[in-house]
């Protein structure tokens, strides 16, 4: 492995950048997301920075079932991220479809559109429950860089 | 002269929440023309209601919205009790006026918080998030969920209070009420936040009612119109509360608002765990609703939230139809932006508390000249004055509240 990948790797590891994108989501998730960004949960002491804009960010976190007219605006962000990319999906909604599955405007939960990484199960995932699926993510990136 | 040029903000924007498009056309650094985008949360909530059980619905009409979910829960509910004639046990009505107020404190405080945010004031964005957890944990200690509350049914509650919670919330609103009068004394000589948000977004009372704004946007031009005081429901009819509002007409007096009212809200809360009645929480309702119709209005965090379910004597509605408050809002934006810079979008779009998983609604008009049917274009006025005289029918009369808002 070259010096520039394992630079990159070990910066995404200690401090992964998360862009938030609602996918149509009723906010509970979104609201959930904010709290464990917040001081009581601080997901900021495992390195994770909200940013704005695609293109800075390791990892995507997609709350909501995706309605039809969000469905291409994930994948148009989905494939402005650089590489190595990841996805979670946030909340029932975003796994399956949960509550919204069967509705008219309603795919199923996010990995119908793009590849997901994690699923955060919940209704709305509570953030607690983020902050420990976000570590165990970490946890299988520092995993699989060390058998590669 | 130079001609305009347009920039698209959204559906992904650091600015933007949710995913919504506004459409901005620029002269320079100000905004000449403004236009807004929705539909991307549109789910078909609507029309799910209607292939589901009473029951079902009362649980998809609480994930319209997750901040506002008791607000959009208990209009449902109260519109298919009244439907099928059911008297509120007190309790129940009680318990869900205290749910109620516990959602208005945490979305006023993490209002505060996003409109720190949009002005660049992250301080008071980790400040007020980490105040709101008090409510949250009072919120899922009463219900037992964070966000989403699950406690109406429809004839009443689910879950009852004991008197140990009562003490927990007396507790908590002793400690948010020292904090909150921390935020109104530091919104009253912090010089920067004071300038940052005075004469931004303004709107006059005149533009208030001509563009039917509800809710806090409306209360900050001096309009006084709260569905808690002109239609109480619940238990609100019993307490004693002010409607607070300001002339400032501007995002600072939108600020001054959601803090008076956050004063009022624990207020209302100490009447209610004061005088909580005794009796059972919650009566049986039949699975199939008798036919007839009826509209529910709620007074949300954000305004006036109106729901319209039409029951058909089956177990799912025929119709429901949700009006939220953002979407009531929602023009007001355009208006405000026009003639405004650019730098200002983010907090003047911020400060109506847009919620577009609310506002999200899709109408189809579907043969509005077909077959024996007649096109029929309903005016303004004509429509307000169907309205007036089909609540009259009701027995509820206007012209005390037509008196208060004389133009």
């Not at chain 1, 995507?60 to 190595?84: F, H, K, N, W």
């Not at chain 2, 026009?338 to 577009?356: G, K, N, Q, S, T």
Request: hydrophobic share 40%; net charge neutral.
């Amino acid at each position: 492995m070259g010096f520039l990948k394992k630079l990159v790797n070990w910066s995404r590891l200690k401090s992964p950048w998360i862009l938030h994108f609602n996918t149509g989501a009723c906010n509970a998730c979104d609201i959930e997301i904010i709290a464990a960004l917040t001081p009581r949960y601080d997901l900021e002491r495992f390195g994770v920075q909200l940013k704005g804009t695609p293109r800075h960010v390791d990892i995507l976190v997609c709350s909501g079932p995706i309605t039809r007219q969000t469905a291409d605006r994930v994948i148009r962000i989905y494939e402005q991220m650089p590489e190595p990319k990841l996805v979670v999906a946030i909340g029932s909604c975003a796994t399956s479809g949960g509550i919204f599955d069967g509705c008219y405007n309603v795919e199923h939960g996010i990995d119908s559109v793009i590849p997901v990484a994690a699923y955060i199960p919940g209704c709305p995932a509570s953030p607690k429950a983020i902050i420990d699926g976000i570590v165990k993510l970490l946890k299988s990136m520092e995993e699989k860089e060390k058998s590669s | 002269m130079h001609d305009n040029m347009e920039i698209p903000v959204g559906p992904q924007h650091p600015a933007l929440k949710e995913p919504a498009s506004f459409r901005l056309s620029l002269s320079g650094e100000k905004i000449m023309q403004a236009s807004v985008r929705l539909g991307y949360n549109h789910r078909g909530i609507e029309k799910a209601c209607e292939e589901r059980t009473y029951i079902q619905d009362l649980y998809l009409i609480e994930r319209i919205c997750g901040i506002c979910s008791h607000a959009h829960s208990t209009a449902f509910a109260q519109a298919v009790e009244e439907i099928a004639g059911v008297n509120l046990p007190k309790r129940a009505a009680y318990i869900r006026t205290l749910v109620g107020e516990l959602e208005r404190i945490h979305s006023h405080l993490l209002w505060l918080g996003v409109a720190g945010h949009e002005i660049g004031f992250d301080t008071l964005l980790m400040y007020t998030w980490a105040d709101r957890e008090i409510v949250m944990d009072i919120l899922a200690n009463v219900t037992g969920n964070r966000v989403n509350y699950g406690i109406n049914s429809l004839g009443g509650v689910r879950r009852d209070i004991s008197p140990e919670q009562v003490r927990q919330i007396a507790k908590a609103m002793d400690a948010l009420e020292e904090r909150t009068k921390y935020y109104i004394e530091l919104a009253s000589v912090e010089t920067t936040l004071i300038n940052r948000l005075s004469g931004v977004g303004v709107m006059s009372k005149k533009d208030v009612l001509r563009l039917g704004t509800v809710g806090p946007t409306a209360r900050a031009s001096g309009v006084a119109r709260d569905v808690r005081k002109d239609d109480p429901y619940a238990a609100y009819a019993e307490i004693n509360f002010n409607v607070v509002t300001d002339n400032h007409n501007d995002i600072y007096g939108r600020t001054i608002v959601r803090l008076g009212e956050l004063m009022e809200s624990f207020n209302i809360i100490r009447q209610v765990i004061k005088n909580l009645p005794d009796g059972p929480i919650a009566v049986k309702v039949a699975r199939k609703i008798p036919s007839g119709e009826a509209v529910s209005r709620y007074e949300a965090p954000r305004g006036e939230d109106l729901h319209y379910v039409k029951a058909n004597g089956t177990e799912s509605p025929e119709r429901v139809k949700v009006r939220a408050p953002t979407l009531a809002n929602i023009q007001s934006v355009a208006f405000m932006l026009e003639d405004r810079y650019l730098a200002d979008m983010p907090i003047v779009v911020a400060a109506i508390d847009p919620c577009f998983s609310c506002t999200d609604r899709s109408i189809a008009i579907k043969d509005a000249e077909g077959k024996g049917k007649k096109k029929k274009i309903v005016d303004w006025e004509s429509l307000r004055l169907h309205g007036i005289e089909w609540y009259s029918k009701q027995g509820i009369d206007f012209t005390a509240l037509n008196k208060r808002f004389k133009r």
